[in-house]
Nanobody
């Protein structure tokens, strides 16, 4: 069982940066892949980025590649999403999700078993 709590969201101007954090409970967190997803009002939840367990392999959606960086600190049971060059279209609620068996290139939200409550990111133009 894994419990996830996101933090770090807020209001930022276009071109700015934010770092989201996903704090996890559980002694075996290091073996879980973790993904970030986002959901804007009236839209479906979409994949943003993912990082594998121990190897740390990463995968990004095309819309954020080169602007966002996902990383993890297994000693602290945390996964981060560094977001640079933010655009108004990045505005959404951001969720972290974890699963022991999912491949890092999996972009389907239903593949992940554990979810946080989300954190709001608003980018003003």
């Amino acid at each position: 069982q894994v419990q996830l709590v996101e933090s770090g969201g807020g209001l930022v101007q276009a071109g700015g940066s934010l770092t989201l954090s996903c704090a996890a409970s559980g002694r075996t967190f290091s073996i879980y892949a973790v993904g970030w997803f986002r959901q804007a009002p009236g839209k479906e939840r979409e994949f943003v980025a993912a990082i594998s367990g121990n190897s740390g392999a990463t995968y990004y959606a095309g819309s954020v590649k080169g602007r966002f960086t996902i990383s993890r600190d297994n000693a602290k049971n945390r996964v981060y999403l560094q977001m640079n060059s933010l655009k108004p279209e990045d505005t959404a609620v951001y969720f972290c999700a974890a699963d022991r068996l999912v491949a890092v290139s999996t972009t389907t939200s239903s593949a992940y078993d554990y979810w946080g409550q989300g954190t709001q990111v608003t980018v003003s133009s």
